[in-house]
Nanobody
Framework: QVQLVESGGGLVQAGGSLSLSCTASGKIFRINDMGWYRQAPGKQREWVGV???????NYADSVKGRFSISRDNARNMVILQMNSLKPEDTAIYYC???????????????WGQGTQVTVSS
C-alpha cells in the first residue's frame, strides 16, 4: 500500500518562510510527477505546483517567484519551499504523486493527509 506522509507545517508570520516535505513509501515501481495542492477554508482545493521525475517544475501564478519545489528521487521525497509568505497562503497543503506501483501498469494518483500552514499578518 502506497502512502504519502507530509511534514513541516505550522504557524509563521507574513514575510517568513516555511518548508514542507512529503515522502512516499510502500510498493513503488516508479514515481512520475510529484506536487502540491492547497485548500483554504471555504475554498476549493487549488493546484500549487508540480515537479516531473526529471526535475522540470511549473507553478501557479499566485506562488510563482515565492515557492519552489524540489525532489529527492533516491528518497521518494518532494519538498515545497515557501518564501515571502502571505496571509492568503494560509491553507491545508496536500502532497500529490503519480505513482506506478508495478511494471507494465498505469500510474495512479496518491495524496498525503494534509498539513496546516497558517500565516499571520
Amino acid at each position: 500500500q502506497v502512502q504519502l506522509v507530509e511534514s513541516g507545517g505550522g504557524l509563521v508570520q507574513a514575510g517568513g518562510s516555511l518548508s514542507l516535505s512529503c515522502t512516499a513509501s510502500g510498493k513503488i515501481f516508479r514515481i512520475n510527477d510529484m506536487g502540491w495542492y492547497r485548500q483554504a477554508p471555504g475554498k476549493q482545493r487549488e493546484w500549487v505546483g508540480v515537479i516531473s521525475s526529471g526535475g522540470s517544475t511549473n507553478y501557479a501564478d499566485s506562488v510563482k517567484g515565492r515557492f519552489s519545489i524540489s525532489r529527492d528521487n533516491a528518497r521518494n521525497m518532494v519538498i515545497l519551499q515557501m518564501n515571502s509568505l502571505k496571509p492568503e497562503d494560509t491553507a491545508i497543503y496536500y502532497c500529490h504523486a503519480a505513482i506506478q506501483e508495478r511494471i507494465w501498469t498505469t500510474e495512479n494518483p496518491f495524496w498525503g493527509q494534509g498539513t496546516q500552514v497558517t500565516v499571520s499578518s
